[in-house]
């Protein structure tokens, strides 16, 4: 590991600030990510802003219904909360998919949603890769590509965006708060906040320098079913080769997202306005324009039985 400097931020504001004024500054709080890529001499981040102290750990009621988590909220916590479980339900059953117990209890809101992809090549320092060093190529182009990316590659980077709770505030139209460094306050739909790598995989956000998040704002409770479904390489805790977020209502309408095929998660107006068509249509919509390789061809089929599978599971419950 080498070498950084390390302060104490007193607020948010002041968190912000410092990260665009020292070169090589990261935010750090749980760490899970962060200081796994700093061993592997991944990330070498000058100086660490400790924003552990910030008090953005509260889940608490909007006025208008919604609710708003603070990005410091442990995993542990919200999957557990009362009104995730209730009202949320497919982002608590997200969580519990995502990760070890003794992960999720240090894991943070805003951390997961800005935890680096877990392609092998991103993760092996002697490999070309664009996202870890920008115009240096993309050894898993032509490379080892099974859980890679089917949807939104491009000839720069194919990797993945690993999240599952990043799947569920997808589905849940999450708005994603923060404080930039003037001290000026924005917030981001999700559905704007994930960039497609193009020809720069390595800006992953539309974050701006030194823009910290504070919370995650989701809207008054869609109702209908909630259910999240991940289909993985092992039973215990790995990332997802595919995952399905769903929200079905009595109607029949809702809302669906895919995780595990793209850079970020997956979700098409098109393929929703399908629903009352049928889990092949819907799945017609939402794999359009796949590019996928030898290698995971079969996400293909398993992203259209998991959809299947999870618009069944949501009738039964329904009936």
Known sequence: ??????????????AAAAAVHTPGARFIAGGTNLLDLMKLDIETPAHLIDVN????????????????????????ALAAHATVR??????SRALLAGASA????????AGNLLQRTRCPYFYDTNQACNKRV???????????????????GSEACIATHPSDMAVA???????????????????????????LPGNTPHVETVLQPGELITSVTLPRPA?????????????????????????????GTGKLALGGVAPQPWRIAGAEQALAAGAAAVSERLLAGARPTADNAFKVTLARRTIAAVMAQAQAKKG
């Open 1 to 14: 590991m080498r070498v950084f400097t390390y302060q104490k931020a007193a607020s948010p504001a002041e």
């Open 102 to 109: 003794q992960l999720r209890n240090k894991a943070t809101t």
């Open 169 to 195: 505030m997808r589905v849940l139209d999450a708005a994603i708060d923060t404080v930039r460094p003037d001290g000026s306050a924005r917030s981001i739909p999700i559905a704007d906040f994930y960039r």
């Open 223 to 251: 109702g209908g079913t909630h259910v999240y479904r991940k289909v993985r390489d092992r039973a215990s805790y790995a990332f997802a080769l595919v995952s399905v977020a769903a929200i079905i209502l009595p109607d």
């Open 86 to 91: 209730r009202d949320y339900a497919v982002l």
């Open 53 to 76: 102290g910030l008090a953005l750990d509260k889940v608490e009621a909007t006025q208008d219904g919604g609710l708003r988590i603070g990005a410091l909220v442990r995993n542990t």
């Open 134 to 152: 920008p115009g240096s190529g993309c050894s898993a182009i032509g490379g080892f590509s099974r859980p890679l990316a089917i949807l939104g």
